[in-house]
């Protein structure tokens, strides 16, 4: 590794970590959401069965198509995991 690195952040947080696992009526669901101030009160939201993350706030939830795009979800997937975002963001 070099040491010519130009670092945009190098930062340590403590965050807090919820797993949730949950059958919805297309799929199961496996979540690590992480709490952290590092992104501006949104969350940072992983799908541990295909390893895809998103940064996730309240309007991110109102874009249409973003939960497809970025858990690579159907439709149908994409409303389940909607209405569950909805409860804890």
Do not use: W
């Amino acid at each position: 590794m070099s040491d010519d690195l130009f670092y945009l952040y190098d930062e340590t947080e403590e965050t807090s970590t919820r797993f949730v696992s949950f059958m919805g009526e297309t799929t199961r669901f496996d979540l690590a959401i992480t709490t952290t101030n590092h992104f501006y009160g949104k969350k940072l939201v992983m799908n541990i069965q295909n390893g895809r993350a998103a940064i996730i706030g309240p309007d991110d939830l109102k874009e249409e198509g973003y939960l497809e795009f970025a858990f690579n979800l159907s439709a149908e997937e994409a409303e389940e995991l909607h209405n569950f975002l909805l409860l804890i963001i």
